[in-house]
């Protein structure tokens, strides 16, 4: 692979399959579906962890969350563990970045050579909430943001994304043409569609003034699905705050109207890069952190392991990316590590981490390990046990610590409507995917490893009591807005 720059952007909370290009019916996402045709889309990707915080850091290192133990939303990385941007830095490269990171604070030496309108968690201690894991989980007082906020308009984060696009185009025009010795990493990372909900009007209406089918399997979303998602809906508690069909349309409206927003940001960076003259030199990578689980079951959010939640859109395009290629190939936010030291020509033995446990999206593009196994945990908010997940071929197990599994046939049943954890006639294969899982960490030892960093810093913090009496925050805030807790 020829050294050439490189432009990664991220979103925040973008489900894959809300995106023209993996097939939905309707969303409006021209720029990322124009990306898709000229390169590769990955129709098999995973986060690494269905929350910002973690799957952020494990993005960062490459690797998983059980190594670097940032297992939640309180416990951020703070630039202590090798990054790709901090070993590109030492090596010469321009690594910046604009936007959301998630890390611990901008006193931190996060490893970047320019970090510019950096969102980190709230006052170096993110959600602390998000600690408590025992059977007295306090119920989350900032749920009703989530309903109460969806609408047309514009809201801190919308302003805050325009901002990030104004500052990535400014980069690519006047900054990017004085780093010619050795290719650039350019890292563009939106808050949208994360919630709230609020969209600017004109793309909030291009949804509200349609029909829109309800929520995938939204009249069970009283009934009791599964010990572990059961207990993420009673402590967020979302949807009991969506009190009609039309605050269930708002809400909808809203998501799809930040999509379509989002991918406006997207392509004003695009075209800077063209009119810059730099596009045939750069490669792009689009992805995000995370899905949303939009409602579905009554799910809103992240933080479990159904497709809309742990599934993220993936594309890469640029020079030696075949146009309109689709790779089947399980893939991870981990793989991108590789890809980037790749893409900027420092891929030999001495640059390249023997630890890094992913494979290059150059190598999974050209059809290497076909067989892989994608792997995702999840140690934090709304959960009382940790949560694995392995993908196979067609086939998904979700493990949990102390409940029964889950167990997809994706290819049979890509909605995840038929869970087969307790069909006998599947157990070979269940058996089978706990080997991979456990060929990877042991479940166990994880889950008690984090709950017992979880409890130190709890104390660290004041307490089960001085948490509850923090409040909850419902989500981050940009740079210069204070936080308000409920």
Known sequence: ???????????????????????????????????????????????????????????????????????????????????????????????????????????????????????????????????????????????????????????????????????AQAWLYEEAPKHTDKPWVL???????????????????????????????????????????????????????????????????????LVSFMDEQVGKVLLALENAGLHDATRIVYTTDHGDNLGNRGLWGKSVMYEEAAAVPLIVAGDDIPAGHVVETPATLLDIYPFIIDCTGECDAETMPTDILGTSLGALIDGAEANRVAFSEYHGMGSKTGAFMVRKGPYKLIHYIDYPPQFFNLDDDPDEVNDLGQEVSVKPLIDEMMLELCAICDPDDVDRRAKVDQTIRLEESGGKEAVIARGDIGFSVPPGVKPMFD
């Open 187 to 257: 890292f563009v990372s939106f808050v949208a569609p994360h919630f709230p909900l609020t969209a600017p009007s004109e793309h909030f209406y291009h949804y509200y003034n349609r029909d829109l089918p309800p929520p995938k399997l939204y009249d069970k979303r009283h009934a009791p699905i599964h010990p572990y998602v059961d207990t993420y809906r009673e402590t967020f508690a979302y949807d009991e705050h969506f009190e009609t069909p039309d605050m269930l349309k708002r809400g909808q409206a809203g998501y799809l109207g």
């Open 1 to 167: 692979m020829k050294p050439r720059n490189l432009l990664i952007i991220m979103s925040d909370q973008h489900t894959r399959s809300v995106t023209g290009c993996y097939g939905h019916d309707f969303i409006s996402t021209p720029n990322l579906d124009r990306l898709a045709a000229q390169g590769a889309r990955f129709n098999a990707a995973y986060t690494p962890c269905p929350v910002c915080v973690p799957a952020r850091a494990a993005f960062a290192t490459g690797k998983y969350v059980h190594q670097i133990g940032y297992w939640d939303n309180a416990t951020p990385f703070d630039g202590s563990v090798p990054s790709w941007h901090s070993l590109l830095r030492e090596r010469g490269h321009q690594t910046v970045s604009i936007g959301k990171l998630h890390f611990r604070s901008d006193k931190d030496d996060n490893g970047f050579s320019d970090e510019q309108i950096a969102m980190h968690i709230i006052d170096g201690e993110g959600d602390l909430l998000g600690l408590i894991r025992d059977e007295d989980m306090p119920k989350r007082a900032a749920s009703w943001k989530m309903a109460k906020l969806a609408g047309p308009g514009e809201s801190m984060y919308t302003r805050y994304d325009r901002d990030i696009a104004a500052r």
